[in-house]
């Protein structure tokens, strides 16, 4: 079957330091990932997807991910984590074959400390 | 361009009553998506339409029906609403299919609380 996981429902890091925030996917088909922000009483918004183009993808507001196909992995980071980064991280797939249907990871919330 | 909005932003209804969340949008998108959320598990589909007129299952229909009679609009109605309905509501749309890359535009949800 085909899902997502997010480790941790939790991350807490401080401000200046590294985010790591963690996807894997399992899928018999190529996969293309998204990472989605949600920032309080907010709706979803795109930060980033793999295309299957570069395996390393930048987003947006100094975010980025690498596809790892051996790892079936989708890692989020961030050199440098800001306050403003403080917010509900989601991990998707969706599959050629799917049509419309995405697949969330269950989030992760980003806590930043002073 | 306001992008994807919802009404209501909140709304209480009693276990049986019946409402309707109305989603529109403003980048004449094909596709229109309703998820809803609940803590711990992500977004779930709901119903999804891949143009005006068409209405198709996703993940998690029962109890909920859908309308797609104008491009811009998408309703998602609740007949007989029940306490597992409880839930923030969101409306997304793409240009695409979605499988094919396309990026979802949300809303910025509903909460409706069933007592």
């Known amino acids: 079957a085909q899902s997502v996981t997010q480790l941790g429902s939790h991350v807490s890091v401080s401000e200046g330091a590294l985010v790591l925030l963690r996807c894997n996917y399992s899928?018999?088909?190529?996969?293309?990932l998204f990472w989605y922000v949600q920032y309080p009483n907010q709706g979803l918004q795109l930060l980033l997807k793999y295309t299957s183009a570069a395996t390393l993808v930048k987003g947006i507001n100094g975010f980025e991910a690498e596809f790892k196909k051996s790892e079936t992995s989708f890692h989020l980071t961030k050199p440098s984590a800001h306050m403003s980064d403080a917010a509900e991280y989601f991990c998707a797939v969706t599959f050629e074959s799917s049509a419309s249907k995405i697949i969330f990871g269950s989030g992760t919330r980003l806590s930043i400390r002073p | 361009n306001a992008g994807v909005t919802q009404t209501p932003k909140f709304r209480v209804l009693k276990t049986g009553q019946s409402m309707t969340l109305l989603c529109a949008q403003d980048m004449n998108h094909e596709y229109m998506y309703w998820y809803r959320q609940d803590p711990g598990m992500g977004l779930r589909l709901i119903h999804y339409s891949v143009g005006e007129g068409t209405t198709a299952k996703g993940e998690v229909p029962d109890g909920y029906n859908v309308s797609r009679l104008k491009k811009q609009n998408f309703l998602l109605g609740l007949e007989s609403a029940a306490p597992s309905q409880t839930s923030v509501y969101f409306c997304?749309?793409?240009?695409?299919?979605?499988?094919?890359?396309?990026?979802?535009?949300f809303g910025p949800g509903t909460r409706l609380l069933v007592l």
């Open positions: 899928s018999s088909v190529p996969p293309y």
């Open positions: 997304a749309s793409s240009l695409g299919l979605t499988g094919i890359r396309e990026t979802q535009y």
